[in-house]
């Protein structure tokens, strides 16, 4: 006899066959679809849900129910997109379940969070007992790329009402209060063209981007000095280079794309600022260096909740009536929750599946852990003591 998939899962499975790649990769489309899924769930269930338009045929799916204290309400949010399908070594939009994981795109980034949100909201909807605050639910788009999706939300979010915000992202159940932010841009050395066979007749961009590349080595350096107690050093990555037209030119352009993440307490102006001042070093040191700092392609600011704040100490207690013991902790990746802690909102990282799996060729989740994320969303979102945030600590 075949044991019928909990219900959270059979959603899991649904959301991973619908293909939710970001449009701004290959292979990528708009999330439209899976907002059609998300939209029907609710009004399956006679949830009240609305969209927010954030670009053409990309829209943010918002569900609530209401509660006891109307002025106030908790923010549950999870990502719609995912990453390209690209190098997969397994079909990424036909769900799988072996030895207990279920395997597919976005499996663990992130519609397991998202399946274990939207199911704990329409519980909680169904029970005869009223939660103590309104709660919301939002699906986002462009988490993967820029973010569009949450900032738009916040937009229009009045801040002073929410209690907190609690985001779904791989944790392996544990809760994330504090996170890296980050700062991309593009460094770009110019030289003058000249044939190979008389190079002295030019300026080559490459090697004049050996000295900013050597410089900046130098510098990292220094980023062991810049540490956080739950998240470890800020880190500098030269991820993409660019440079030449064909092997007989001396090339007269070259570019490197840089990736720069954020403590708290840094900022992305301060942080670029100082690699502008690398760079003048660089060309003040040697004069046929030309180097070009280009504004910031992306920037997300650090994410650092108080530990002993309410809505994580009340996070800490529903897991430990679980019997899910986990304490708050920090991880080095990005995600919409900074977004929630600009605005002066508490917030919270929290979702089934190991971020080592984001991502990878052969993506999955942990199924018990989809299946334990479900219950502690539910009694987060019943939680009487999260309404004691107001209080301090």
């Not at 029970?127 to 820029?146: G, I, K, N, Q």
């Not at 080595?217 to 030449?244: F, K, Y």
């Not at 999955?364 to 600590?393: I, K, P, W």
Request: glycine share 6%; with cysteine.
């Amino acid at each position: 006899m075949t044991v019928p998939m909990p219900a959270v899962l059979q959603t899991l499975a649904d959301l991973i066959r619908i293909n939710s790649v970001n449009p701004n990769y290959e292979s990528g489309v708009p999330e439209a679809d899976v907002v059609d899924y998300v939209e029907a769930f609710f009004q399956q269930r006679f949830i009240k849900t609305w969209r927010q338009p954030v670009e053409p045929h990309r829209d943010n799916l918002i569900a609530s129910i209401p509660g006891r204290d109307r002025h106030r309400k908790m923010i549950f949010e999870a990502h719609m997109d995912t990453v390209s399908v690209d190098g997969m070594t397994i079909p990424p939009f036909e769900p799988v379940v072996r030895a207990g994981r279920m395997f597919g795109r976005g499996a663990c980034d992130t519609k397991s969070g998202l399946a274990s949100m939207m199911h704990a909201l329409a519980d909680v909807a169904a029970s005869s007992v009223s939660p103590p605050c309104d709660l919301w639910f939002v699906a986002t788009v462009d988490e993967e790329f820029a973010y569009r999706g949450v900032a738009e939300f916040c937009r229009e979010l009045v801040a002073e009402s929410c209690v907190v915000a609690v985001v779904a992202e791989p944790t392996e159940l544990q809760p994330v209060v504090a996170s890296k932010g980050l700062i991309r841009w593009v460094i770009e050395t110019t030289g003058k063209a000249a044939h190979s066979a008389k190079p002295h007749l030019g300026v080559n961009a490459i090697t004049s981007m050996v000295q900013v590349l050597q410089a900046l080595e130098h510098d990292n350096l220094e980023l062991s000095n810049r540490s956080h107690p739950l998240l470890g050093n800020a880190t500098c990555n030269v991820g993409v280079i660019r440079g030449g037209v064909q092997v007989n030119l001396v090339p007269s352009s070259c570019q490197v794309e840089v990736d720069r993440r954020l403590l708290p307490g840094e900022t992305s102006e301060l942080v670029f600022q100082h690699y502008q001042n690398v760079v003048d070093e660089v060309m003040l040191k040697y004069p046929q260096v030309k180097a070009i700092m280009h504004p910031p392609m992306l920037t997300d600011l650090p994410l650092e909740t108080p530990i002993d704040c309410v809505p994580v100490q009340a996070m800490v207690q529903v897991l430990n009536e679980l019997g899910c013991h986990r304490e708050p902790a920090g991880m080095p990746f990005g995600s919409d929750a900074s977004k929630f802690g600009a605005l002066g909102i508490p917030s919270l990282i929290f979702g089934p599946g190991s971020i080592d799996q984001a991502h990878t060729a052969n993506e999955f989740v942990d199924c018990q852990q989809v299946l334990t994320s479900h219950q502690v969303y539910c009694s987060y979102m019943r939680s009487e003591s999260v309404l004691n945030a107001d209080a301090g600590s």
